[in-house]
């Protein structure tokens, strides 16, 4: 089992199992994944359909002027007369082919087939191009309008066609991003409550040896990084990708030399992601170790503020905080540098890609071997086509972020630190209390032991005492019956049989636990006495409370037994969360009851309330106390003293003060201490 204190020392590199592992998760929402892809598909082709539409307009209609024209010297069907001929758009037979130029600010009409690719000179009323001299007209507005009407009516077409594609890439990137983060969100949600599940069934020992604030990391900011990696990285790497293919396949439809100048690039682009890939990986790594140290710094020192208070040592818990607070700074700033290098450096290959495309573009537009509209869908391209790379990159980025997290993840889903519950375990059992331990053996770790060979039989409704000093093995005996551990050695049985035979939840369903540090959860006291339990009516808890004297003091709270509770119950004594607690031992009316130091730190008057309580919800089942003051177990029916790990005597309080053995020397010492 991986110890998460020593986190810092998980360094797997990049692993396929774990983008599989992942991507499991999102098998049941695959069908929403696959239209999401679908319509990445539709959106990137109607992108890439626009630049072309607006290159079209550019070179066949507002440059439309260039095409062919037919002079005739007698009317035609949609010509127009200018001069003295009659004109119309197309090379058209039975006429004389004309062309229109564009010069300084105005048009005209010309006599004869102009090479607009080739350089002209225009002379008053005529135009030299290569030795040959062509007449001309000025053409005055109306004119012109008659004879560009195509060419209107085309761009106002192809403005509505562009107008279209937009409002539907709009629609589509609508139902792509809800539909993504939708899933996305599912698919968190799925794993967070496997994870918090399997962390619900790890064994006491797992938290013994991790600190909440790492676990609490794992289930927020970890699980966080996931959904980014499912909404931001997953599906829009095929929009990036289908993107990229589809300028390169319209760059190289369009002009295949200007096209090799953006396509050279790709092989540096790669070469750099891979070494940004490697360092970026390390330091996504380093911080996520970081953070969560943080956090378990801050749940550690929030949660034990009043200790810090009590024995000053707010200095001293802030200079700790503050060196873990600077090694995240400096893995931060370490992840930040290392990206902040990989962008400006694609910036600087996207300039230069530009300029080399503008310089031979450009020079290709002016000799007429290339149309002013295929340089400008070049230019646009080329920016779209640097687009999806910085996308890419900063996915890679976030990518990098969920695979170290995704190695924390699932190094926690696969700690198998949990006590093994029979498929087949006895159910239904009604439980009559008798309880035995044969030959015990038990350790925390490895083989210090904890009991040693510790054999006690407890008959049906026995109240049994355990005491001894700090360490004996009190409080471990009582977490063993629950099964919160398991043993090394020996048997454990209730009714004659061995509790690793029970079904594990009706095994604790019917053992109720009252500890010396009552938590109580965020809610009312209600909620708090039945534990969600909606077998327990308000009429119960309201009953339970009376029985065990907590209505005493819930009766005079302005809200009662709906008065909100803090996380902890740090708005109540710990003698009346004493009493909440045993109310809620009692209205789940188990038939063994353990007590460990329920009564310790308790006023004189709240004790007198507890003690009898004790007296009520002791009676008729099976009762184990573990109790330093030993005034408060002289009516037991049994006193088993522990030493060490071992039993070293068991009686009656009289039988053992009579054998003036330990229980004597411990029940001596505290009456000193009275006196």
């Known amino acids: 089992m991986e110890n998460f204190q020593e986190e810092d020392t998980i360094v797997k590199g990049y692993d396929s199992k774990l983008m599989k592992r992942l991507i499991r998760f999102a098998k049941p929402y695959m069908k929403y994944i696959v239209l999401v892809i679908i319509i990445m598909l539709t959106a990137t082709l109607l992108d890439i359909s626009r630049t072309l539409i607006v290159k079209n307009t550019i070179d066949d209609d507002i440059n439309g002027y260039r095409t062919d024209y037919t002079l005739f010297t007698s009317k035609q069907d949609g010509s127009i007369k200018v001069d003295n001929v009659y004109v119309k758009k197309g090379k058209l037979e039975n006429g004389t082919l004309g062309s229109i130029i564009y010069y300084n600010n105005d048009y005209y009409l ?32 109306s004119e012109l309008k008659v004879l560009r009407k195509d060419d209107a009516n085309a761009i106002i077409k192809n403005t509505f066609l562009i107008l279209a594609i937009c409002l539907s890439i709009f629609v589509l990137n609508y139902i792509q991003v809800y539909l993504l983060n939708y899933t996305g ?28 604030g790492r676990l609490v990391t794992r289930l927020t900011n970890d699980i966080e990084s996931i959904n980014e990696m499912y909404t931001d990285v997953l599906v829009n790497l095929f929009k990036d990708l289908f993107l990229i293919t589809f300028i390169i396949i319209a760059m190289f439809m369009l002009d295949r030399k200007l096209a090799m100048i953006t396509v050279c690039v790709i092989p540096i682009i790669i070469v750099l992601s891979l070494i940004f890939k490697k360092y970026d990986r390390e330091a996504y790594r380093d ?16 949660s034990g503020m009043k200790t810090v208070e009590i024995f000053h040592k707010e200095d001293k818990k802030f200079k700790e905080f503050d060196g873990i607070n600077k090694d995240y700074y400096k893995a931060t700033t370490k992840q930040i ?60 980025d976030i990518l990098q972020s969920a695979m170290a997290s995704s190695e924390r993840i699932f190094a926690l889903l696969d700690t198998d630190e949990t006590i093994e519950n029979k498929p087949d375990g006895i159910k239904n059992h009604k439980f009559k209390g008798e309880i035995e331990f044969k030959n015990v053996w038990f350790a925390y770790t490895g083989e210090e032991w904890v009991l040693k060979d510790v054999s006690f039989k407890i008959k049906p409704g026995e109240k049994v005492a355990f005491v001894g000093a700090t360490g004996a093995g009190k409080t471990s005996i009582i977490s063993l019956i629950s099964r919160f551990y398991e043993i090394q050695k020996g048997e454990i049985l209730i009714d004659g049989i061995n509790i690793k035979d029970y079904d594990l939840y009706e095994l604790r369903k019917n053992i109720a636990t009252v500890l010396q540090d009552v938590f109580l959860f965020t809610g ?78 308790i006023d004189t008057e709240t004790e007198s309330l507890i003690q009898d309580a004790l007296k009520k919800i002791t009676q008729n089942r099976t009762t184990i106390v573990v109790a330093h003051r030993l005034s408060t177990i002289k009516n037991c029916d049994n006193i088993i003293v522990m030493h060490k790990g071992r039993i070293r005597e068991t009686g009656t309080h009289e039988e053992l003060l009579k054998k003036q053995g330990y229980y004597y020397n411990l029940y001596q010492l505290q009456y000193k201490d009275m006196e």
Request: neutral net charge; contains cysteine.
């Open 287 to 302: 911080v996520k170790v970081k953070i969560a140290k943080i956090n378990s710094s801050l749940s550690e020192n929030i």
């Open 337 to 396: 540098t290392v990206y902040a290098i990989f962008r400006p450096i694609i910036d600087l290959i996207a300039a230069l890609s530009l300029s080399a495309l503008l310089w031979f573009g450009g020079k290709n537009v002016l000799s007429g071997s290339l149309t002013f509209g295929v340089l400008f869908a070049f230019v646009t391209y080329m920016t779209e086509f640097f687009q999806p790379i910085y996308d890419l990159s900063e996915k890679y």
């Open 185 to 212: 969100q599912k698919i968190v949600f799925n794993i967070r409550e496997q994870l918090f599940k399997h962390v619900e069934h790890l064994s006491l020992s797992f938290f013994d040896k991790n600190p909440v």
């Open 524 to 601: 009312d006291i209600k909620n708090n006495v039945r534990l969600g339990n909606s077998d327990i009516s308000d009429e119960d808890v309201v009953r339970a409370c009376k029985y065990v004297n907590a209505d005493k003091f819930i009766e005079k709270l302005p809200d009662k037994y709906d008065t909100y509770v803090n996380e902890g119950g740090t708005t109540f004594s710990q003698g009346e969360r004493q009493l909440i607690a045993f109310a809620r031992a009692i209205s789940f009316n188990p038939p063994i009851l353990v007590l460990d130091e329920a009564t310790s730190n």
């Open 110 to 141: 010309v006599w004869g087939k102009i090479n607009h690719d080739k350089p002209y000179d225009v002379k008053s009323n005529e135009v030299l191009q290569e030795g040959a001299k062509y007449k001309i007209v000025k053409l005055n507005p």
